[in-house]
């Protein structure tokens, strides 16, 4: 199994910026799909952003032109750069491995208020 460590996360203005990073305990190269999802109290656990180990990106609609993800095979890491930051942003973010039915991290918080 590998273990996901997410950070970055905390509070920020609406209209601010995060980057997280989510650690890997080990080599990510096999992993076909990394990304983030998010979730709100109440709510389900959605997608945010997806790369393959060739690079090709996924982005939910309402993060497109905000968020970046990027991955470095190299060191096992999978980041989100979040700009524009707005409330409905707020939630937990995971980190994820081999999609929705693979691996995930214990999440880190992302507050968005003024």
């Known amino acids: 199994q590998v273990q996901l460590v997410e950070s970055g996360g905390g509070l920020v203005q609406p209209g601010g910026s995060l980057r997280l990073s989510c650690a890997a305990s080990?080599?990510?190269?096999?992993?076909?799909?990394m990304g983030w999802y998010r979730q709100a109290p109440g709510k389900q656990r959605e997608l945010v952003a997806a790369i393959t180990s060739g690079g090709r990106i996924n982005y939910a609609e309402f993060v497109k032109g905000r968020f970046t993800i990027s991955r470095d095979n190299a060191k096992n890491t999978v980041n989100l750069q979040m700009n524009s930051l707005k409330p409905e942003d707020t939630a937990v973010y995971y980190c994820n491995a081999g999609a929705f039915s693979g691996y995930w991290g214990q999440g880190t918080q992302v507050t968005v208020s003024s």
């Open positions: 080990r080599n990510i190269l096999n992993i076909y799909s």
